[in-house]
């Protein structure tokens, strides 16, 4: 699990290409749970929080880009 510094250092379409992995990864973990066949539980929360950490980089970025327009 890479932590925020590495995720400062990538493009915009680097981390939206990131979350789109994260999500479907979370989605097959939820199905796994569902069924019984989860190897590890603790990554349904390492994901969960990865994704927070990319839309929290993507609203600072916006954020900030919104108040030099």
């Known amino acids: 699990m890479a932590d925020i510094a590495d995720l ?3 493009t915009d379409d ?3 290409v ?3 992995e994260l999500k479907r990864e ?3 973990l939820r199905f ?3 069924t019984n066949q989860l190897e590890r539980p ?3 929360r390492e994901v969960r929080r990865h994704i ?3 839309k929290t980089l993507q609203n600072e970025r916006a954020a900030a ?5």
């Open 8 to 10: 400062r250092t990538k």
């Open 14 to 16: 680097q981390l939206a």
């Open 18 to 20: 990131e979350l789109t």
């Open 26 to 28: 979370q989605f097959n």
């Open 32 to 34: 796994q749970a569902a």
């Open 42 to 44: 603790s990554r349904v």
């Open 52 to 54: 927070a950490q990319i």
């Open 65 to 69: 880009a919104a108040k030099q327009a």
